[in-house]
Every structure is written in C-alpha cells, then in structure tokens.
C-alpha cells in the first residue's frame, strides 16, 4: 500500500506557472514510474506527464514545452512545474504510481495507485 498525496493547486491568471507536489507515503520513485494526470468536467483523464526512475520524461503535445516533471527521492516527491498556463489547462490533477519502471507508461491501467487530486483553474 501506498499514499499519494497532492498539494500546490489554486487559481492562477493565464500565462502564470503553479508548481504541483505529490508526496507518497514510502519511498517508491527509485523503483516505479510515476505520472501526473488531469481531467476537466466533462472531459476523459489526461496523461499531462511520465518520469522512469532514471529521468526519463515524456509529454504530450497539449503541454510540451511548457510542463516539466522531476522528482526527489530524498523527499518521496514528485512535482509538476507548469508554466505558461492557459485556461485549457484548468483540471484536477493527480499524480500515479506506475505497477513497474523503466518504461512511460501511457495507459491509465498501467498505474496503481492514486492520488486524491488538487485542483488547478487558469483564468482568462
């Protein structure tokens, strides 16, 4: 068993950056890959980004460029630095734990355990 934890969200104007914590109970991002998801009202769960334990990161288009994930195993966090936000990008954001590492996993069955979500709005 494994508790994920969010924290960072909040309301930010368009063009400003927010900076996303997952916390897990236990040290487990040396040896699982982790992912940050979102989903808006109404629309399906979003991978917005993937970490390998050995830092390898992938994101799709919708943020490239602007979303970067890393991780400190020190502090069994992950965080999720997203700049330049646009108001499409209002969500509930949750970080994942992958069931293995060493590969992105896109698939949402591909991940395990779940945090509760913080919630990130982008005003115009």
């Known amino acids: 068993q494994v508790q994920l934890v969010e924290s960072g969200g909040g309301l930010v104007q368009a063009g400003g950056s927010l900076r996303l914590s997952c916390t897990a109970s236990?040290?487990?991002?040396?040896?699982?890959?982790m992912g940050w998801y979102r989903q808006a009202p109404g629309k399906q769960r979003e991978l917005v980004a993937s970490i390998t334990s050995g830092g390898s990161t992938r994101f799709p288009d919708s943020v490239k460029g602007r979303f970067t994930i890393s991780g400190d195993n020190a502090k069994n966090t992950v965080y999720l630095q997203m700049n330049s936000l646009k108001p499409e990008d209002t969500a509930v954001y949750s970080c994942?734990?992958?069931?293995?590492?060493?590969?992105?996993?896109?698939?949402?069955?591909?991940?395990?355990?779940w945090g509760q979500g913080t919630q990130v709005t982008v005003s115009s």
């Open positions: 994942a734990k992958a069931r293995s590492n060493y590969q992105l996993f896109s698939r949402q069955e591909d991940y395990d355990y």
């Open positions: 236990r040290s487990i991002f040396s040896i699982n890959t």
